[in-house]
């Protein structure tokens, strides 16, 4: 029923990429449905106008029976006259337009958006009386991984080692941290432009010196001032500058001043957070009239030491916040009215976009960054981790329980969204854990099941998977962890038919929607008769969708000489193809036989020549997951017997167990 469709496939792609509005939101167009085939009553041989949208269990107005499929041709028949075996695919939509008295709504219309393909019972497609079929795709997964490399400087005789953590998104801008083996600083990229990383954290919500730190180190303090004493915020303790001898210290500063670089010469004023060397710094400080010493954060030297984070965090904060230029001012301040996320958002913006900052105001730049950061890592249409993606962060660097019991209510609060593992009471699986919820059910369970909650803002990255991430970087470079092998199986995952379609249908939507706003920079909203057909040009996805299966590379002719070469061609796994790996690009550990194929793909069928290891089979009893991993059975064992119980492992999920060869057993 087109009214009842579940969140997946086009009505997916359309709801995420729907309403289209343009700059001006002088028109916006919204979606309510779409319909496919031509459907009619065979009681009163009724057809759905433009108010209504066909579909299975969709009743006749005019007689209240069910409206039934009529089929233009069978698959045999496209085969037969060489035809394409298709449907229309028709979208309602509905166009608003602003007028001097608010919006304007016109009548909602449906919309021929062209013939989309259908696949047949046997799964193939039929394209111009030829039959073809798409190949799985075997991609690397979106996820976190991390990585060692080698650099060598030009004249450097030493090699210094890179550590690497990259966030790899389904759709979107990659962040990597980078932790130099020689320095022990951190840096971060976005879409391998080099930024600060300690403004990447404030940018994604941790804004202070003691945000930050004090999920690192034991003891971090965070001082209020107050004549020219040091409250603790927590406890409301009395210390003196003296006490933090032997600390780190950072200070947030109010200072009254002129930004030199900014365009505006009037003096306003800033907050700025400084490193401070030592404590007679921070004395002089707290004396000078001209400056308001706000907060002070601490960390005592020796939990430093002692921290198995070591030092680089410090001295990558101290680096970015100690005083650069000639004032003996800390590079990190904005306007007092704003706060250090916005100096992060402003950092990332100017470095992404190239801006100088003598050429405009400091508050267009913020307001700007902080727009760009929305748009680009806060908007489903640009910025997507995808349900394995968020799967694959949790499963690296967030240790999540698998049950929850009383005492970790608190927990919740340090690891990213959770959702319940099965249903207790009125509230269903896969609900949205929250600390009200559990409250709720620890009065009648013990424990309660959870498990990953992938939607909503789990799609996007959260300041937690930063902290932990860097963790985990940490880790790395002091050997505590492995890097990540691209071959193993568990970082790679099968893109089935329907996703590569769907990526196909959503370039088309981008098209359309640039289309959309180009034209409604030139129709005028007072117009009486606008229909969306104005606004767009609906052939965009089908066209999409048939170029893609007429000549993409995964698109290929069914060899069907026998049904079993049939049946092997439709199992074929490709690490080719649009968003894969490139003949040029693969390289030997790519192509080669991996530890993680067991039971999974079949190490001897692949084609030779060029195309070696990039095209392979799956095994006869691997199948794939829910996240599109290849997952195979294994027979438990239970103190030494082998038992008749199975349970299917990802190439992930099997690293925690010792898997014995199967031998025969009598």
């Not at 695919?89 to 007028?99: G, I, P, S, Y």
């Not at 016109?106 to 798409?134: A, C, H, Q, W």
């Not at 004249?155 to 389904?170: E, G």
């Not at 004493?229 to 210290?249: C, V």
Request: hydrophobic share 35%; net charge neutral; aromatic share 10%.
């Amino acid at each position: 029923n087109p009214y009842k469709r579940k969140n997946v496939g086009l009505e997916h792609i359309f709801r995420t990429s729907f309403p289209f509005k343009d700059p001006d939101e002088n028109f916006i167009l919204e979606y309510l449905g779409y319909e496919i085939g031509d459907w009619e009553c065979n009681r009163c041989g009724y057809k759905p106008k433009d108010d209504l949208l066909g579909g299975w269990d969709v009743d006749c107005p005019k007689c209240g029976a069910k409206l039934v499929y009529k089929e233009k041709f069978t698959p045999e028949e496209c085969k037969l006259k060489g035809l394409t075996y298709s449907a229309p695919l028709r979208v309602m939509l509905q166009l608003k337009a602003k007028t001097k008295n608010g919006y304007r709504e016109f009548p909602p219309k449906k919309v021929y958006f062209g013939e989309i393909p259908l696949m047949t019972e046997n799964g193939s497609f039929i394209i111009n009386g030829t039959e073809r079929i798409i190949i799985n795709q075997l991609i690397r997964s979106s996820g976190v991984f991390f990585d060692k490399k080698e650099e060598k400087q030009k004249d450097a005789t030493i090699t210094r080692i890179l550590y690497r953590a990259s966030i790899i998104p389904d759709k979107g801008s990659r962040v990597e941290f980078e932790l130099s083996g020689a320095t022990d600083l951190i840096s971060a990229r976005i879409d391998r432009k080099k930024v600060s990383a300690t403004a990447v954290l404030r940018a994604f919500g941790l804004e202070t010196a003691y945000d930050i730190l004090k999920y690192y180190y034991e003891g971090v303090r965070n001082y209020i001032v107050k004549d020219k004493y040091l409250y603790d915020g927590e406890t409301g303790e009395e210390f003196t500058p003296e006490d933090l001898e032997h600390h780190y210290i950072f200070a947030i500063i109010k200072f009254k001043g002129k930004l030199a670089g900014f365009g505006s010469s009037k003096e306003r004023e800033f907050i700025e957070e400084r490193y401070i060397e030592e404590w007679g710094e921070l004395v002089r400080l707290l004396d000078d009239d001209r400056v308001e010493v706000i907060s002070v954060t601490s960390v005592p030297r020796e939990n430093v030491i002692r921290s198995q984070y070591g030092k680089s965090l410090i001295d990558t904060l101290a680096n970015d916040t100690s005083p650069k230029d000639i004032d003996r001012r800390s590079p990190v301040k904005v306007p007092a009215e704003y706060n250090f996320r916005d100096y992060g958002l402003m950092e990332i913006y100017k470095k992404l976009r190239h801006i100088e900052a003598m050429t405009m105001e400091i508050d267009s730049i913020i307001e700007r960054a902080r727009i760009y950061f929305t748009v680009f890592f806060r908007d489903l249409k640009r910025y997507d981790l995808s349900r394995v993606g968020r799967v694959k962060i949790n499963a690296k660097v967030h240790n999540i329980p698998k049950v929850l019991k009383p005492a970790d209510v608190d927990l919740i609060d340090n690891l990213p969204p959770l959702a319940l593992g099965e249903n207790y009471g009125e509230y269903k699986e896969g609900t949205r854990i929250t600390k009200e919820l559990l409250k709720e059910l620890f009065k009648e369970h013990k424990e309660i099941k959870v498990k990953d909650y992938t939607e909503d803002e789990a799609r996007f990255i959260l300041s937690i998977d930063l902290i932990n991430i860097i963790k985990y970087l940490i880790d790395l470079r002091h050997g505590r962890a492995k890097k990540d092998d691209i071959a193993h199986l568990g970082n790679r995952r099968v893109r089935s038919v329907g996703e590569l379609l769907e990526n196909q249908a959503r370039l088309g939507i981008a098209k359309m929607e640039k289309v959309f706003r180009d034209r409604s920079a030139v129709i005028n909203p007072e117009q009486p008769d606008l229909k969306p057909q104005d606004f767009i040009n609906p052939r965009y996805v089908t066209n999409a969708v048939v170029d893609f299966l007429k000549t993409g590379q995964l698109s290929q002719y069914l060899d069907n000489t026998n049904p079993l070469s049939e049946l092997t061609h439709k199992r074929r796994l490709s690490a080719l193809g649009p968003g894969g790996l490139t003949r040029e690009s693969a390289k030997f550990e790519i192509r080669d036989v991996h530890p993680s194929h067991y039971g999974r793909i079949c190490p001897i069928e692949t084609p030779e020549g060029q195309n070696i290891g990039l095209v392979t089979s799956p095994t006869v009893y691997a199948r794939v997951n829910e996240y599109g991993f290849l997952i195979t059975p294994y027979r438990k064992v239970e103190k030494g017997k082998v038992t008749d119980k199975i349970e299917w492992l990802a190439a992930y999920e099997e690293e925690n167990y010792v898997i014995a060869q199967s031998t025969p057993i009598d």
